[in-house]
């Protein structure tokens, strides 16, 4: 929490105590949780500004309202250093979350009823690739693609096949829970020759392709939508990128289509994430992510587990637990029990419901913010071991828990 947060313990005390409590959380446990990190102090700094207070509907130099002169330079700054970052003709930088974002290339590009072709959920696609409970799945015609049985990485032939036949207006790729690399220019080729658009959503991996750890959809997609708060490092927000030729169809689909003021604090935190990101700290820092994910995929295949895909390219990696006999459900409360928190994640081809899969997924990206290496990591699979070989025992789970606080304690948060 902000280091002068005197206002809110008088008048709000409540909510101070839970701030504070949440502060305190977040540092004596270990964050594994796949999409999420640990954004800097200046970052938190522009969410917390008084650009909250500012309506600021429509683009710089074409707003609604007076007194812009600020947030037009912001929200400039934000843009520019987005297409600057990942080599983008056009940025929007108001989509209030990744969800928005890909609304708003779906309001954009395709009608409703029209044939859509995305990851399905249950193999690391995200809900608003066009599953059934988004809106993605009930206003579009929605298709699925799966992963090879055999390899558990994306099968382009069955990807290819299923994209002749539907006809897509548009071609989803990006996940959720993937821990291989994405060969964007593979989908490219398909939705060419299809007539689809490519929409590449980077939500999680938009860290490391900014650091160059991951290749880059540009040039490959006609669209590109990320998150901010994920691998990226920002505050919570959305991002699209295009060329110029759809720039105008994307920004009226964010505003005055779908949305309306933007959040002109996140779009300053962002600018400020950005420029963090142009950093060649922060190219040593995405090569560290994918670095500690393979370490601790080697310490935790060490544990009898199975690695989905065979391990990872990442920042995450899928665990499947049905060798030991466990169920994500239960491995991820255990392990909260003993402070390490991740989320059960269902595994391709998933013999089990999707409330308590067979998987827990597991991610390095905050847990590499806050400094920790391939040692650390090695570390860390033996806490999850062990967690997992005690689980009913709430003792030695609370005794893994005294050892992971004491851990964390040498790993300040940002
Ligand atoms: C996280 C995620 C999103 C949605 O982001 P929110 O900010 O949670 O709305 C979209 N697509 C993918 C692939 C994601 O992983």
């Known amino acids: 929490m902000s ?27 270990i964050r594994l949780i796949a999409s999420e990190n640990y954004a800097s102090a200046a970052v938190r700094q522009a969410t917390a500004s008084r650009l909250t207070n500012k309506y ?59 044939p859509i072709l995305g990851m399905g959920l249950p193999f690391g696609g995200h809900l608003t690739h066009g599953w059934k409970v988004s809106f993605s799945g009930r206003f579009y015609d929605a298709h699925h693609y799966e992963v090879d049985p055999d390899t558990e990485c994306i099968d382009f032939a069955a990807v290819r096949e299923v994209a002749r036949e ?30 689809a658009y490519l929409l590449a959503d980077i939500a999680h991996i938009a860290g ?6 991951h290749p880059s959809p540009v040039g490959a997609a006609d669209v590109i939508t990320s998150t901010t ?3 990226l490092r920002g505050p919570r927000g959305g991002l699209i990128m295009c060329d110029d030729k759809l720039a105008k169809d994307i920004d009226r689909a964010v505003f005055p289509a779908l949305q309306g003021g933007p959040h002109m604090n996140a779009v300053a935190a962002a600018a400020v994430a950005f420029n963090e990101a142009m950093s060649e700290d922060f190219e040593d820092y995405a090569h560290q992510i994918v ?36 169920g994500g459900r239960d491995a991820a409360v255990a392990l909260e029990k003993a402070g390490i928190v991740v989320n059960s994640n269902s595994i ?19 847990v590499t913010t806050r400094g920790m290496d391939t040692d650390d990591m090695a570390q860390i699979a033996d806490f999850i071991g062990r967690v997992l070989d005690d689980l009913d025992d709430d ?19 940002p």
């Not at 979350?97 to 954009?108: D, E, R």
């Not at 789970?397 to 851990?407: A, K, N, P, T």
Request: charged letters at 25%; proline letters at 6%; hydrophobic letters at 35%.
């Open 3 to 29: 280091e002068s947060n005197t206002e809110l313990k008088q008048t709000d005390p409540e909510i101070f105590e839970r701030l504070q409590a949440e502060d305190r959380r977040q540092g004596r446990t």
């Open 291 to 326: 670095k500690n994910a393979q370490a601790l995929a080697d310490g935790l295949a060490g544990y009898g587990l199975r690695l989905v895909a065979g391990g990872t390219d990442n920042h995450l990696l899928l665990v499947d637990l049905t060798p030991r006999e466990l």
């Open 348 to 366: 391709p081809f998933d013999t089990r419901g999707p409330f308590d899969p067979s998987g827990i997924r597991i991610g390095t990206a905050a």
């Open 166 to 195: 539907v006809q897509p207006k548009m071609i989803i790729c990006g996940a959720s829970a993937y821990p291989r690399t994405i060969d964007f220019a593979a989908f490219a080729e398909i939705a060419d020759e299809v007539g």
């Open 56 to 114: 600021s509907e429509g683009y710089p130099g074409r707003r609604y309202y007076q007194g812009q002169e600020h947030t037009d330079a912001v929200e400039n700054l934000a843009r520019d250093r987005a297409c600057k970052l990942f080599g983008a003709a056009h940025a929007n930088v108001q989509p209030y979350s990744g969800s928005p974002a890909n609304l708003a290339v779906y309001y954009a590009l395709a009608e409703l009823g029209d």
């Open 395 to 413: 003792d030695a789970l609370s005794r893994i828990g005294s050892e992971v606080e004491e851990f964390c304690a040498d790993f300040p948060l």
């Open 208 to 213: 490391l392709v900014a650091g160059g750890a």
């Open 229 to 231: 708060h994920k691998t």
